[in-house]
């Protein structure tokens, strides 16, 4: 009964090359490897050309699709070579290892107990050979390394020393005993047959000296006990990996640091070391021309002798990563934090993506978004795509219902990046895919089988969880943007409850723009948006009367962080479409403004808006900003009241109030001249708050309409100009030079 058992490490180049070389020599009839037994139902799919590693068997469970878990397989990992040799030679593959389902339950069981924490072989056998870090150690020594079969006997020997001391975890036992009972059965139904069996290094010894049977059973029994709940029925397939989701910062256990540079010790595997150092510093050079870097021919031979001469210092056979690192620092790469990390992401990391089968199983969620995806000219790919929506065409308008429908379910394949133009019914999108995206939607089959259902639900469930107003409102914005009626009206009795429980002037207001923007412009979804006129009639009465309460005895910071809240108000409820409320809204900002104990920041602030709103003559603001400026005992709220009147709305170019009224600006140079020095210097910077938005023309202007008065000074000629910080789009300034060639053009001027 002749078996082999080959202990390796996951994702080894060096392992994986010796293995390859083993089976090709010693040619095994069956193999088994190490893996979930449910796998078995896609492995024929790795017979299949269009299965491209890196690629990721993932295991799942229909019925709770977040209770799931992947095994990624790269070209030089030792287990794909086990595979695609048993596909070339057309010979039986078993799965070796606890059914998933088992696993899943254990794991629960295990996350309630408190167990030692488990032996790291590797770090220990570091430890025993003088070595630091154990996973250096093992890359230097065995994926570097000369490929030799003698490796795994070697490795069979340390693992079963260490085994001897360690502590082995519950998980692990129970494993192996699955392991050891399988391999039982193969032996036994093919007595003559060569068995090779391909597993972690950790586990050989347990695999290499058996126990009885009924030590099996005894073992195995203890899992109806831990497992007392039904197991869950379990599904497998085969999904797009990564580079970047292997690599260990994506938190896969059996992850590495370089991906990148392992699948290039795999492809340059038959090269000598110094070769292979050659031509890795030759793409670390084409990758810094491409950031900018200037790498002559000359600094990569200097690096290849340096990153050999390391190796040598260091005992090495050959120059690994951390020789070619300091190679490149020292002679290609100067001192850039930023450079150095662009490098390792391109290059040591590598973004390779997988592909798989068009016939690989699939769940009705991922197959309706490539449907929509194909009917859309959609291209699901991990490259970049910028699309611009002109949301008035059909397929433009589908395509961004799509994308707000994968928002609502969290798959992030479309980022909006906002709305180029002065209109909102363009939209630009950003459409990258990410392997986890295949992931996260079968964790959302559970709400349904298509996007469209499953947004629904989905929705509704996270509306439920909402506690505050503003968030809850920008969901429902969400929602019409994504053509989803059925959840609008699931969710409407949500928002009228929390509306009605909501009191603060803050969270009121914020609700309001999401939905006035419904009612504005999301006919363009072609949506019914009278749904939302009631309640936004409602929160919009409801800011009213509370606004005299909510601005009473406030001090500065709470008031200006009210004043945010009454001009997101006041903007909302201007943009309204044939909207009774305006006239009740000014009035309620009139009585703000009227009350004594009024916060004197929010009574400035209710003041301008009812000017720019033309509510208050100028006559009338003249006589407010007269009797504010005459209380010589609150030179505080004077200030203030200042500062929310000079602040208006809060746009740029709210100072030209004062340039073009010399009343007001009149009455505001009085006050200040006729402060005395002490007080003056006490609202110095409550005054420099007040003007400092104003942009530069705007304070020159009205610096040289005060300095006007001031006798013997004479401002006839024109004061430096200061740079002004005015930004413009230079796109939009060109588009107006065709209008002002035909304005001159028709006064006679060339």
């Known amino acids: 009964m002749p078996t082999r058992i080959f202990g390796i490490r996951h994702h080894g180049p060096g392992s994986a090359q010796s293995l390859h070389q083993a089976l090709h020599r010693w040619q095994p009839q069956q193999i088994l490897i190490e893996g979930p037994p449910e796998a078995a139902t896609v492995t024929h799919l790795a017979a299949d050309r269009d299965l491209q590693p890196p690629v990721a068997l993932l295991i799942y469970s229909p019925e709770q699709p977040q209770t799931s878990v992947y095994y990624p397989f790269t070209l030089f990992s030792p287990e794909w070579q086990a595979l695609q040799y048993a596909v070339e030679a057309r010979i039986p593959i078993h799965w070796l290892d606890l059914p998933q389902c088992y696993q899943f339950a254990l794991e629960e069981q295990q996350r309630q107990t408190q167990e030692p924490k488990p032996t790291n072989p590797i770090q220990e056998l570091a430890k025993a050979a003088g070595a630091v870090d154990g996973d250096r150690w093992w890359e230097q020594l065995i994926e570097q390394g000369q490929p030799s079969e003698d490796q795994f006997t070697a490795i069979l020997e340390a693992m079963t020393a260490l085994r001897e001391t360690a502590v082995i975890a519950l998980g692990d036992r129970l494993r192996e005993a699955a392991m050891q009972r399988r391999l039982r059965q193969v032996q036994q139904e093919s007595p003559h047959d060569r068995l090779a069996v391909v597993c972690g290094a950790w586990h050989s010894p347990a695999l290499a000296e058996m126990p009885s049977d009924a030590e099996i059973a005894t073992q195995l029994e203890s899992l109806s006990q831990l497992c007392s ?10 999904i797009p990996w990564s580079y970047r989701q292997l690599a260990a910062r994506s938190g896969y256990k059996a992850g590495m640091t370089a991906p990148g540079w392992y699948h290039y010790l795999w492809e340059t595997r038959h090269q000598p070391p110094p070769q292979r150092a050659l031509g890795w510093l030759t793409q670390v050079a084409s990758h810094l021309r491409e950031l900018g870097q200037l790498t002559s021919t000359a600094e990569i031979i200097d690096a290849v002798r340096l990153a050999n001469t390391l190796a040598a210092l260091r005992d090495r056979p050959g120059p690994g990563l951390e020789d070619l690192q300091d190679a490149t620092q020292a002679v290609m790469m100067p001192d850039s934090a930023s450079l150095k990390s662009q490098l390792r992401d391109r290059l040591e990391i590598s973004d390779r993506l997988g592909q798989v089968p068009h016939n690989t199983p699939i769940t009705p969620l991922q197959q309706d978004l490539q449907q929509q995806a194909q009917q859309l000219h959609l291209k699901i790919s991990s490259d970049l795509t910028v699309l611009d929506l002109d949301l008035r065409r059909p397929r433009d308008n589908q395509r961004s219902q799509l994308f707000h429908r994968l928002e609502l379910l969290g798959i992030s394949w479309a980022s909006l990046q906002g709305h180029p133009g002065l209109g909102t019914f363009r939209e630009l999108w950003h459409l990258q895919w990410q392997p986890s995206l295949d992931l996260e939607l079968i964790q959302r089959c559970i709400w349904g089988s298509s996007l469209e259902t499953a947004a629904n639900a989905y929705s509704q469930s996270q509306a439920e969880a909402i506690e505050h107003l503003p968030p809850l409102a920008a969901l429902v914005d969400r929602l019409f943007r994504a053509n989803l009626p059925q959840a609008i009206s699931g969710i409407r009795p949500r928002l009228e409850t929390v509306a009605s429980q909501t009191h603060d002037l803050n969270q009121l207001a914020a609700a309001l ?3 006035v923007g419904i009612l504005r412009y999301r006919n363009l979804q072609q ?11 409602r929160l919009i009465l409801r800011c009213c009367l509370n606004l005299r309460a909510a601005c009473r005895h406030l001090n500065p ?3 200006r962080q009210r004043a945010e809240a009454i001009l997101t108000a006041h903007g909302a409820i201007a943009q309204l479409p044939d909207c009774p409320h305006p006239s009740r809204w000014l009035n309620s900002l009139e009585t703000l403004l009227n009350a004594p104990d009024s916060a004197s920041l929010l009574a400035g602030l209710s003041c301008r808006l009812l000017l720019d709103a033309q509510y208050l003559s100028r006559d009338r ?3 407010h ?12 709220d004077t200030a203030h009241w200042l500062e929310g009147f000079l602040q208006g709305n809060g746009l740029q170019g709210s100072g030209l109030l004062l340039v073009h009224d010399d009343r007001l600006l009149g009455l505001i140079d009085h006050w200040v001249r006729s402060l005395p020095e002490d007080r003056f210097l006490t609202v110095l910077p409550l005054l420099h708050r007040s003007f400092a938005p104003f942009s530069p023309a705007e304070r020159r202007q009205i610096g040289m309409k005060v300095l006007s008065d001031v006798p013997g000074l004479d401002i006839k000629a024109d004061p430096p100009q200061q740079p002004s910080n005015t930004s413009l789009d230079p796109h939009r300034s060109r588009a107006v030079l065709p209008i002002l060639r035909q304005i001159l053009a028709k006064k006679g001027r060339p």
């Open 513 to 515: 723009p999401p939905l």
């Open 229 to 238: 709940e039904p197991l869950p029925e379990v599904q497998a397939t085969w």
């Open 527 to 537: 949506t019914d948006v009278r749904v939302i006129q009631p309640i936004c009639d």
């Open 557 to 559: 910071a709470a008031a």
């Open 625 to 636: 900003l007269g009797w504010v400026l005459h209380q010589r005992d609150h030179l505080d």
């Open 621 to 623: 603001v003249s006589q």
